[in-house]
């Protein structure tokens, strides 16, 4: 057993990584919240260059294989960064298309997926609910049904989240692609590609939030010292640190979970998303409280990690359908 | 990354699995804070130790297998999904055990390390003082320089299982002038039963005297009981708290254990309607399985050459509070039984719930309070400025 990230896993983080921290993510959120998907779409194209979208599509469909650890090391790196854009539908959907043999959808669309050409949004409403993600912008827009997959045409009225970097409407005009278990197995798969990856998310952006808010008592100073100091804050932020540090390793013993078709698998999932979620969520009130009145503007920049904390607590299993799937039979 | 095992660890998980369901007592003993069950506890270390079990991390030399981290972790996780008992020489295996192996003298290791492996001898700690608790450098108990060792005076407190022990081990002030709190210090063992000793023990919250009073009166104590340089006490302590702050203190297998035993009372007992007991069963299942992968990162980095230092005490208040929210969800559980006292005919699985609720509450108190340990986290993980505390 070695239960660490291996170094080529390492430095695949530090390079994302480091092409996150150039680019400016709080524009580029910034623009894709107000409508305009340019510099997100720029980044999209920069990630997919970096492997991302092909940890999720089969070498036989220009991809690199279905790789769930690669994808939670790269999730916890987009999460840090709070990219915006249909990350996790994307990937998703990649391993539904990929699931389902030969059928022409997955010909047309993975390989476009994997180099960066394609945005997609994926809606499994048992799952995430009525809306798809970012539809608007989404080159295409996939429904799991029962056992049907279908193509919506269009999409409804833009629903603001509190997340402004979510931009939600349900998908309409829908035809099916494709339908039988084969479709049930593969979305089953899928949501729990879903969670492991929201979860990955979640952790790196409750990392960041940490980071922000650790710097600030730093150098906030009150009553003459780095409000810091006080226990009160200290303790707070050292709370966050173990919820965190307790949920890295659900999230890679899920994805080890996924990558080997595991029967635990979905619980696996179901349990990082539990942990993962709600540790972003306590570091995004930390960081609120932490920081003050400043916390509470939308200028500060660290507000659209704040906000997208709660938002990605209850996408894809929220936490009681998670906790109900922990102990499931 | 994975998570496999070898052969070989899959092969010492069976053997330990296999001798578990042969020799674990059929009922539950007494708890081992009474003087009979004391006993019954100190029986059952016998029993391990016949067939190597009793401290599978030690080398065979002094009766164990020399277990890596992750076979002890093994180990650990079946002897607690077996229900097996308490252990009630955890102090010596766990704290002495590896101050000695670090800082003990060959002769000190061959003479002290075989009876704690045998249960003949049973240490007690004697750390705390009514002065020196969280601030324990501040202790005032002292050891004068005598002919041929040290004479010890003062008073401890909250020695557990001093009760029933045999012998403890602690810090004392051997120089008086040292120019800080925490020099001066010297590491000593001494009998329990020695002339000058009077041990009064204390009830714990439950009546048991899980732990004592101890007053010292000029003990005489030789050289040869001394750990380490004298003066240098310390820092021989301290590589103590880490042990005892990281891993060994409690494994992660309790927890899977106990929260599996949750699992069960749940299916058994809850209605199904009620969502808020269920999602507390699951944050107690989902902790105790982080607790368990976290113990593997733990002892991956340890084999592939890092230290676990700070991090520790990560470790300490998420166990510490995982105990209790899992006990208090099983006394939920058991509603109108949940308040009966683990000695109570009808408490539920023989009292164990009650019993490992109680034992719980003291966890986030003792091994350095998680007020301590918190701060720790933040100064040393988090590099927050120090304050006052």
């Not at chain 1, 998303?273 to 009130?285: F, I, L, N, Q, W």
């Amino acid at each position: 057993m070695r239960f660490l990230l291996d170094t080529e896993q390492r430095e695949f983080a530090t390079a994302l990584g480091g092409l996150l921290g150039s680019s400016d993510t709080a524009g580029t959120i910034r623009s894709w919240a107000s409508g305009d998907p340019g510099p997100g779409r720029a980044l999209w194209a920069r990630l997919a260059e970096a492997g991302v979208f092909g940890l999720a599509v089969p070498e036989r469909h220009e991809g690199l294989g279905v790789l769930p650890v690669e994808l939670a090391v790269a999730f916890t790196e987009l999460g840090r960064h709070a990219v915006p854009g249909p990350l996790v539908e994307t990937v998703a959907a990649a391993t539904l298309l990929g699931r389902l043999g030969d059928h022409a959808a997955a010909g047309a669309w993975l390989p476009r997926i994997a180099s960066g050409g394609a945005l997609v949004s994926l809606c499994v409403p048992a799952t995430s609910g009525p809306y798809a993600l970012d539809a608007d912008v989404a080159d295409a827009v996939f429904l799991v049904e029962g056992d049907a997959l279908r193509l919506a045409e269009k999409c409804g009225p833009l629903q603001r989240s509190s997340d402004p970097a979510r931009r939600l409407s349900r998908p309409t005009g829908t035809t099916v692609l494709v339908e039988g278990p084969t479709v049930q197995a593969a979305a089953a798969y899928t949501t729990d590609v879903a969670a492991l990856t929201t979860a990955a998310q979640a952790l790196g952006l409750g990392r960041a939030l940490l980071d922000g808010t650790v710097a600030y008592a730093a150098q906030r100073t009150q009553f003459g010292v780095a409000i810091g100091s006080f226990q009160a804050v200290k303790h707070r932020l050292a709370d966050v640190l173990l919820a965190l540090e307790f949920a890295q390793p659900l999230v890679h013993s899920a994805a080890l979970a996924l990558a080997a078709d595991a029967p635990s698998a979905r619980r696996e999932c179901a349990a990082a998303k539990v942990a993962a979620g709600e540790a972003a969520y306590a570091a995004s009130r930390t960081a609120l409280q932490v920081h003050g009145a400043l916390g509470y503007t939308e200028e500060l920049d660290l507000s659209l990690w704040i906000r997208k904390a709660r938002a990605l607590r209850d996408a894809w299993g929220t936490p009681a359908a998670c906790r109900s799937l922990v102990l499931a039979p | 990354m994975d998570l496999d095992f070898t052969t070989d660890e899959n092969t010492f998980r069976a053997e330990a699995r296999a001798w578990l369901a042969a020799h674990v007592p059929s009922t539950r003993l007494h708890s081992l804070e009474t003087a009979e069950g004391f006993e019954a506890h100190r029986e059952w270390e016998r029993a391990l130790f016949a067939d190597r079990w009793s401290v599978v991390s030690w080398p065979e030399e002094y009766g164990g297998r020399g277990a890596s981290l992750l076979q002890w972790l093994i180990f650990e996780e079946e002897y607690y999904a077996a229900d097996a008992p308490g252990r009630v020489s955890q102090n010596g295996i766990n704290l002495l055990a590896p101050t000695l192996f670090e800082h003990g003298t060959p002769e000190q290791c061959a003479r002290v390390l075989p009876p704690m492996a045998r249960g003949e001898v049973i240490w007690a700690q004697a750390w705390s003082e009514p002065e020196a608790g969280s601030d324990l450098a501040r202790l005032r108990s002292t050891a004068r320089r005598t002919e041929g060792g040290w004479r010890l005076s003062g008073q401890k407190t909250w020695s557990s299982r001093a009760a029933f022990a045999d012998r403890a081990f602690g810090l004392f002030r051997s120089d008086p002038a040292a120019d800080k709190p925490h020099r001066g210090l010297t590491y000593l063992m001494f009998p329990l039963d020695a002339p000058g000793v009077t041990v009064r023990p204390i009830g714990r919250l439950d009546g048991k005297p899980a732990f004592a009073e101890l007053f010292l009166d000029d003990v005489f104590v030789p050289d040869e009981d001394v750990i380490g340089t004298p003066g240098e006490g310390w820092r021989v302590a301290m590589s103590t708290a880490g042990s005892e702050r990281g891993l060994t203190l409690r494994s992660p297998g309790r927890f899977t254990a106990a929260a599996d035993r949750l699992t069960r009372l749940w299916r058994d007992e809850a209605d199904p309607a009620d969502t808020a007991l269920r999602d507390r069963v699951a944050d107690a299942v989902i902790g105790a399985r982080a607790y368990q992968l976290f113990g593997y990162t733990s002892a991956s980095r340890i084999a592939a050459g890092e230290s676990i230092g700070a991090e520790s005490s990560l470790n300490k208040v998420f166990w510490s509070e995982l105990d209790i929210a899992l006990h208090e969800t099983a006394l939920d559980l058991l509603g109108p039984y949940g308040e009966l006292a683990d000695d109570a005919e009808d408490a539920p699985e023989d009292g164990g719930w009650a019993e490992g609720y109680t034992f719980s509450l003291a966890g986030p108190i003792y091994a350095g309070t998680n007020e301590i340990q918190r701060d720790i986290i933040a100064e040393r993980l988090l590099g927050l400025p120090k304050g006052r505390r």
